[in-house]
């Protein structure tokens, strides 16, 4: 064919990595005027049998038009544990810019009031062990308390989700250690419902972010 012109492997990939960074940066500059984005997972099984999670945000425009773009195909090794794939995602929208961490902040003060408490237990070791031993004496499974990162939203998660496990533990602990005046017991209560808009996140439902 007289009008075709060959191409070397390395131009052809340069010239690939040319359009989707182009298509990148356009789409990064729409997202921009996005003030909320939803998020869907899908997991795809290719013929060389690698499976990927490929994540889609969805939005509504300035015209009340559905739309949505794939942001990433992220490959995530069995047995892909809920944390897993919540990094997956919360790396995905760190590289298109997308905060996450609005979410919780409509829970702030809750937030703050079990992250203080949880910090002052495990401030001290005799106070971890009053705290193990009302533990056992309420015949919990669950054996510690979980520190967070407040850069990284899920971490947060981990650490409301292990709280409310001890929700039962918080006024006791109260009752014998005089200095605790920050038993989290009523902000636990109310995190458990806020939480449900949370754990979407870790079990990958379609969450909602807000730019």
């Known amino acids: 064919m ?20 182009s298509k990148k ?7 921009k005027n996005v003030n909320k984005i939803s998020l869907t997972r899908l997991l795809e099984i290719k013929e060389q049998k690698i499976e990927y999670m ?7 425009d300035e015209s009340w038009q559905l739309q949505k773009r794939v942001l990433n195909f992220v490959h995530i090794p069995p047995p892909r544990r809920g944390l897993e794939i919540a990094n997956a995602i919360w790396r995905c929208l760190e590289d298109w810019g997308i905060e996450t961490q609005d979410g919780l902040s409509e829970i702030k003060q809750i937030v703050d009031v079990i992250r203080d408490s949880v910090e002052y237990v495990r401030q001290s070791d005799a106070r971890l062990k009053i705290f193990s031993e009302i533990v ?53 209560d109310k995190s458990g419902k806020s939480m449900l808009g949370i754990r979407v996140i870790l079990d ?6 807000r730019k």
């Open 2 to 21: 007289p009008e075709w012109r060959g191409m070397t492997r390395n131009t052809a990939k340069t010239y690939c990595i040319n359009v989707y960074e």
């Open 25 to 31: 940066k356009k789409l990064k500059s729409l997202l």
């Open 136 to 188: 056992k004496q309420l015949n919990l499974p669950e054996k510690k308390l979980v520190d967070d990162c407040r850069t990284r939203w899920n971490s947060t998660y981990e650490m409301l989700a292990a709280a409310i496990k001890f929700k039962d533990v918080f006024p006791r602990f109260a009752d014998r250690e005089l200095h605790y005046d920050i038993c989290p017991s009523a902000e636990i």
């Open 204 to 209: 990958c439902d379609a969450p909602c972010f």
């Open 54 to 60: 490929v994540i889609t945000g969805h939005w509504i």
